[in-house]
């Protein structure tokens, strides 16, 4: 009997060790990195045609720029210790041999000013779009994915007016961007704004005081996923795979 109940305690103890195991580690993204540039869409080789535009019966095609969000993440475990410690962009981030996470949303929002720019009291509209990746390892290295706002959309929506004056066209400067991961369950996993520095919870209450506000215009869908855009085919093996799940539109 008494080895009965050795035996029953040694389990139990290792029962116990392995539901402490699995909450002293959190699923996160950490090290978050996001930048911005505007960029020219791949161009197509026609015959005399030239790099950014090109000639058909005459008539001149100019290849305008798209917006391109860049994010680079890392993502792994960290301790219940240290998300704690460190909310927000996580740090020390650890990978997981053979571990994977499955149906990762990165979902970005893209703010601008929709007024004149050059005024004090600016109205910031909201350009929301996701990306859903199919698998994503937890090997604590760092990952890089692209996002993109499309001319058109540029041209209809972050394009400024002010009196009888030519639209303003904004730079990568007027644009402010929040990139948010969680798991197929909506669990938060990270997030970070771009040039966050020590202005990250700052820059996370702005933008929640954007959504919150009934003056703010969100427009879902006008980011795009790599696989939704002229990027597709450009070096896909290089990227995580994306989960074609089709993306919101609409105005809100």
Known sequence: MNRFIRLLIL????????VWASKANVVQFGAIRVQLSLEAAPSVSRTGGT?????????SFVNKRWLVVHVSFVPGVVSMRKMAKNAGNQRGIQGLNGRWIDD???RVRVAFPSSNARKSNVVYSILEG???FWTLRLDGRRHTAVMFVPPQLLDRYASTTSGGRKEIALTTADYRVLVEFSDSRGNFLGRATERSGN????????FESLVNSPATMVVKGAVLPRNKSPWAWHMPSTF????DTGNDTGKN
């Open 11 to 18: 389990m139990l103890v290792f029962a116990c060790s392995g």
């Open 51 to 59: 790099l950014g535009a090109y000639g058909s019966g005459g008539v």
């Open 104 to 106: 990762v949303n990165m």
């Open 130 to 132: 996701q990306t859903t």
């Open 199 to 206: 202005k990250h919870q700052e820059n996370i209450a702005f």
């Open 240 to 243: 995580d795979y994306i989960k």
